[in-house]
């Protein structure tokens, strides 16, 4: 059993950066950001492969989020540059066995507790 567990969430204005964390106990292998906002739906916002050599952002983020890991550390990173209001929302990191990386929820084992971002205007 691996636990995951995020940090760096908080207040931020629009424009600024914030830098979220995860942790995890052990080695895992892909990994990935998701959030969620009162009312609905988990949503993909982005994922690395277990090697680090592949990243894919939902269209939302793209060009503003880049998520990176250290698999040494067992920690993986989401840099969030110019947050907008709408990207306020619960982060989850979760992670995969495979080390192949995924937008889909349903292929991750292992989640965090979440972290909240909010983003003011």
């Known amino acids: 059993q691996v636990q995951l567990v995020e940090s760096g969430g908080g207040l931020v204005q629009a424009g600024d950066s914030l830098r979220l964390s995860c942790v995890a106990s052990g080695r895992t292998g892909a990994m990935g950001w998701f959030r969620q906002t009162p009312g609905k739906e988990r949503e993909f916002v982005a994922t690395?492969?277990?090697?680090?050599?592949?990243?894919y952002y939902a269209d939302s983020v793209k060009g503003r989020f880049t998520i990176s890991r250290d698999s040494a550390l067992n920690t993986v990173l989401l840099r969030m540059n110019s947050p907008k209001p709408e990207d306020t929302a619960i982060y989850y990191c979760a992670a995969r066995t495979s080390g192949r990386p995924s937008s889909r929820g349903p292929d991750y084992v292992y989640w965090g507790p979440g972290t909240q971002v909010t983003v003011s205007s």
């Open positions: 690395i492969s277990g090697s680090g050599a592949d990243t």
